[in-house]
C-alpha cells in the first residue's frame, strides 16, 4: 500500500451523527486532490454508536484508521496517539462535530508549503456567547504571557508538517498550545481564517472546567516555553513578589495590632504569614511536577487502548 502523503486525525466522542459525513467529505476533497490520505479516528471512549459506525468505515477502508479507548482520557491523549500513528508528510486535526469545514483543507495544505504549522482562526464563530465571551479571555490571555499573535488558540482545526510533531510533547491539556509549543522551538507558525459552521448534531463537551484547565496549562506553557532553561529566573520573580508582599503585610499587620492587641490580631498576623510562605512553595512543587511530566510522559503509561483498527505494528 502506498504511503500517506497526508494524515488526517480525528479525535471524537460520542459525534454519532456526524462521523459519517465528515469521512464522506474528507475522502471528497483528496479525491480531488489526487493524494493518498489515510484518515485516523481516536474514539475517547464513547457510549452512543459512534464505535459501530468507524468500524463499517474502516472494514471498507484500508486507509480509515481507528484508535478506541477504553474509558474518556481526554482530546490531548487522543491527539498525541493519533500523531504517533500518522504516516504523512502532512497532519490535519479536525474536530468530528462539523463545525470545521473540509473545503478547507486544499487551503492548509497550500500554507504548508511555506510554514510548519498552520492554526485556524474561526473569525465568524457560530457558538452561543456561553462559548465564545470565555475563548475571547482565554485568547487574550494566552497572546500576553505566550507573545503568540494567534487569535485562537482554541481551533481544533490545525496543520503541522511531521517533523514538528516529534518534537512536542502533549499531555493534559497541552493540545490547544501546539503552535506556541513549536514556536518556542523555531518552527514557523501561521494562521489562517476558516469558516465556521454552527453545531447540528451532538452536545458540546466545552465548559468552563474546561476552561479552567486551560488557564493552570497556562502556566506550564509559559514555564516550559520560557523558563525550562532557566527556572531560577522563574522561581526569582515570585521569591522576590512574595518576600516584598510579605513586609507589606507584616508592616501592615504590625501597625495595626500597636492599636488593637486582640489576640485576633495576632492570630491574623500568624495566618498572613504562614499563606504567604505556602503559597510559592506549592507553586513551585505544582511546577517541578509539571516540568517531570513533561519530560517523563511519553515513557511512562499510555492510554488505555482497547482496540484497533488498521494500524500497523510499527505505529
Sequence with gaps: ?????????????????????????????????????????????STDTSRDIIRQLAATDPLCKAVFFRKNSGKAAGLDTGFRIARGHFIITMDADLQDDPTEIPRFLEALKTADVVSGWKEKRLDPIGKTFP?????????????????????????????????VVLYGELHRYVPALAAARGFKVVELSVTHHPRTTGVSKYGW???????????TVVFITKYRNRPLHFFGNFAISF???????????GSFSTLDKSVFTGIMLNISIGTILLAPILLCLGIIA??????????????????????????
Aim: proline content about 3%; some cysteine; glycine content about 6%.
Design 1 to 45: 500500500m502506498q504511503n500517506p502523503i497526508v494524515s488526517v486525525v480525528i479525535p471524537c466522542y460520542n459525534e454519532e451523527g456526524s462521523i459519517e459525513k465528515l469521512y464522506s467529505l474528507i475522502r471528497e476533497q483528496f479525491n480531488n486532490l489526487g493524494i493518498t490520505t489515510e484518515i485516523i479516528f481516536i474514539d475517547d471512549g
Design 135 to 167: 475563548s475571547k479571555i482565554f485568547n487574550w490571555t494566552v497572546r500576553h504571557f505566550t507573545n503568540s499573535k494567534l487569535h485562537d488558540m482554541n481551533c481544533g482545526f490545525k496543520g503541522y508538517r511531521a517533523e514538528v510533531l516529534k518534537e
Design 209 to 219: 472546567e474546561r476552561f479552567l484547565r486551560g488557564f493552570f496549562d497556562l502556566v
Design 243 to 253: 518576600f516584598v508582599i510579605g513586609l507589606l503585610f507584616t508592616f501592615f499587620w
Design 290 to 315: 509539571e516540568q517531570q511530566l513533561f519530560y517523563n510522559y511519553r515513557k511512562g503509561q499510555q492510554p488505555p487502548i482497547a482496540e484497533t483498527i488498521n494500524i500497523s505494528e510499527e505505529a
